[in-house]
C-alpha cells in the first residue's frame, strides 16, 4: 500500500460510484442521488461520508442489509405531512424524495414534514437541509445513526451521535447550514487520536464504568467488540456540570423524531444483529421538514437580515489569536470550491479500498 | 431583611400575580395566562423564571417597554403557518395564543407553526412545548433572548441564550420535556458563582479580551455595565475542541427562526437602549410549532414506544457513583409535586422584592 494521499476529480469518483451502484443492482436514477450524495459530502470536506462509505454502501448490499430496489411506500399523509417506509431499501433516494416531498407540502401549505422508516444510511444531514435553498425555504433534516452515545450518569453506549441539519438562505453571504452531530465528536475522531497514539481531551469519551476517560484505544475496542460498553459523550460533555444532559437531550429529540414517531428502529434497538453477529437491516428513521419563508415575510426581507446577521458575526471583535468568526457551513463551501478545482484528496486507505471495490465489480478504477 | 426562606403555597403567588397584573393595567384573561406561566416555572423549580421575574415585568410595564395591553395582530397567515405581531405587548399571553393556533392548525393540516414578533419576555419555553401534551400532539417552542453569548472566536456577546423546548407525550411514563437554553450555562449561574466566591469551571465564561476565564466577577461587572465585553460561552464550551461551535450554530438556529424569520430583532440588536441607556422594547421574536402524532403513527404506538424507550434507558448501567439516568423534564415534574405540596420556596431577596411590589401596588401580601 503506497502511502500517497491521491487527488481525483470528483467527476471520475461519482463516475465509479454510478458504476458501482449499477452492478449492485440499483436503478440508474437512484444509483444517481447517492452518488451525488456521497460526492457532496466529499466536496464540502465531510470525509467520513463520502466516498469512504463505498465500501459500507456496498456490504449492505452484499449482506442483505441494503436493498438496492428497496421499495418505497407512503403509509400515511396529510396536506403538510407524511409518512414514508423505505422498505429496507438504500438510504439516499428515498431521503431525496421525501425531501421533495416535504419541499411539495411547504408550497402548498406553507410548511411540510416528512418521517422516513425502515430506511439506512442517509449520508450527511445537510445535504437534505440544502434542497430547500434553490426554493428559498428553510430545510430541516434529522436521522437516527448507530449506538455510539451514552447518556449523562450512564455507562454503556444507547443512542446514535443522531445529527441536526437545518440550512436557510441569505442574500449575498452565504446559506447558513448547520450540519452536526449531537455527540460532543464523531466516533471516527477517537479513531484518528488512536492512530496518532494522542490522549483524548476531557469530555468526549465514557469508560466501560461510566467514567470519562482519555485513552481512545479501549473505547474503540469494545465498540469493535459489537458490546456496548462505555462511549461517546453527548454535546457538552461528561456528566450535567458542561451542560452534558442538553447533549443528551438533544440526542433523545433526534431519537423521538426520527425513531420513535415514524415507528422506526430507537436507542440500542438500531443496528440489530443475528445471534451469530451478523448484521440485520439497521430499521434507522429521519425526519425532514421545509418551511416556506414567504409564507411567514418577504424572502427579499429575510435574506436582507440573514446577510446583515451574519456580517455582524463576522464583524465583531476576535478573541485574542483568532482573525475569524464563522458562519455554519462556511468553511464547508470554501472546501468544496477548492476540491472542484484541485479533487478530492482520498487517503491511501480510502484509495486502496476503493481499487479493491473496482476491481471486484470489474469496474474501471486507474 | 431576613435570611429566611419562606414557603409560600402556588395558590397565594398567583393570586398576588394576578392582583398585580391587574393593577399595571392588563386584562383578567392576559393577568391569568401569565400568572399561570410564572408559576409553573416556581412550581418546577425553575425559580430564575417565576415569580422572581414579577419585578421585570411590572418595570417594563412601568418603563413603557412592555405594553399591557399590546394589541396582536395576525400579519401572515397559511394553512400550517402564520406570524403574528405581538404589538409590543406582554410575552406571555401572545404566546399562549400563537401555541394554540400551532396546535389549531396541527389538527387541520398535520403540523402548525407560528412566529411571534415584536413581542417580550414569554417565561419558560417549555410551558408552550407542554400544552400540545394534552392534545397529544409533539410542542416545539423557542425565542430568542436578552444577549449574553459570545460567539466561536469571538470576544463580545453578540447572541442570546436562546431555548429550544420540545415536549412529547408518554404512556405511563412521564412526558418527555427537553427545555435547555442553548449557552452552557444561564448568567444566573455566573452570580451565583460570583455570590458563593467561587470559580467558574473551565469552558463557561468567555473574558473580554475573548480568553476562557473562571472569574465570574469581571463578566458580570461588563454585563451590568450594559458593555458587552466577554460573556457565556454556548454549549460545548469555548473554542470548537469540545463542539462550543455545534452550541454556537444552535443559538444561531434560534436566533434564525425566531429573530430573522418572522421579521423581529436579533443578535446585538435585541433589546435595544436609548443613547441615555433607558431600555426601548426588546424586539424579540417566538417560535411555536405543533406536530399532530397520528398523522404520522397512532397515538398509543407511538407513546408506548416512548415507555420503551425511557425504561429502556433508566434500566441502562449507571456510571460508578450514580444511581440513576434522567429522561428530561422528569426532575421538573418531581419537583412539582413536591412544591405543589410543599410550597414554592422564595429566598430572602425574591420574598422583600415581592413585600415591596405589593405594597408599591398596594396589594394585600404577607
Known amino acids: 500500500m503506497d502511502n500517497e494521499v491521491h487527488r481525483i476529480p470528483a467527476s471520475r469518483l461519482k463516475d465509479l460510484c454510478l458504476q458501482v451502484f449499477s452492478r449492485m443492482g440499483m436503478t440508474d436514477e437512484d444509483g444517481r442521488l447517492t452518488a451525488e450524495v456521497l460526492l457532496s ?146 466516533f471516527g475522531k477517537l479513531e484518528t487520536y488512536n492512530r496518532l497514539g494522542k490522549s483524548l481531551p476531557p469530555g468526549w469519551a465514557i469508560d466501560e464504568n461510566g467514567n470519562p476517560t482519555s485513552d481512545p484505544a479501549t473505547v474503540i475496542e469494545h465498540a469493535r467488540a459489537g458490546s456496548f460498553r462505555g462511549g461517546l459523550a453527548p454535546l457538552g460533555g461528561t456528566g450535567e456540570e458542561n451542560g452534558g444532559h442538553k447533549g443528551y ?38 425526519t425532514f421538514a421545509a418551511l416556506r419563508i414567504d409564507a411567514i415575510r418577504p424572502v427579499d426581507e429575510f435574506k436582507a437580515s440573514m446577510d446583515d446577521l451574519q456580517r455582524r458575526l463576522k464583524d465583531a471583535p476576535k478573541a485574542e489569536g483568532q482573525d475569524r468568526i464563522y458562519i455554519h457551513g462556511e468553511k464547508e463551501f470554501e472546501e468544496a470550491e477548492r476540491r472542484m478545482r484541485d479533487g478530492i484528496p482520498l487517503n491511501p486507505k480510502v484509495y486502496t479500498d476503493l481499487k479493491k471495490i473496482a476491481s471486484e465489480l470489474d469496474v474501471p478504477f486507474d
Open 249 to 286: 437531550g438533544l440526542v433523545l429529540l433526534v431519537d423521538i423524531l426520527c425513531g420513535v414517531l415514524p415507528g422506526a428502529l430507537y436507542a440500542n434497538l438500531m443496528y440489530p444483529k443475528t445471534e451469530e453477529g451478523h448484521p440485520l437491516p439497521s430499521g434507522i428513521g429521519h
Open 41 to 186: 459530502a466529499d466536496l464540502r470536506g465531510i470525509d467520513s461520508h463520502g466516498v469512504a462509505r463505498l465500501g459500507f454502501y456496498v456490504n449492505g448490499m452484499r449482506n442483505g442489509v441494503m436493498l438496492p430496489r428497496g421499495e418505497a411506500l407512503v403509509v400515511t399523509e396529510t396536506p403538510s405531512t407524511a409518512l414514508i417506509d423505505a422498505g429496507g431499501g438504500m438510504g439516499v433516494p428515498v431521503s431525496v424524495r421525501a425531501m421533495r416531498m416535504a419541499i411539495e407540502k411547504a408550497r402548498q401549505v406553507g410548511m411540510g414534514w416528512v418521517n422516513v422508516r425502515n430506511s439506512n444510511h442517509y449520508g450527511i444531514a445537510g445535504y437534505y437541509a440544502m434542497m430547500a435553498l434553490e426554493h428559498d425555504f428553510i430545510g430541516i433534516s434529522m436521522t437516527n445513526s448507530a449506538v455510539f452515545v451514552v447518556p449523562t450518569f450512564g455507562r454503556d453506549s444507547m443512542l446514535g451521535t443522531n445529527p441536526i441539519a437545518l440550512a436557510a438562505p441569505a442574500l449575498h453571504e452565504r446559506p447558513f447550514v448547520l450540519d452536526m452531530a449531537t455527540s460532543v465528536v464523531p
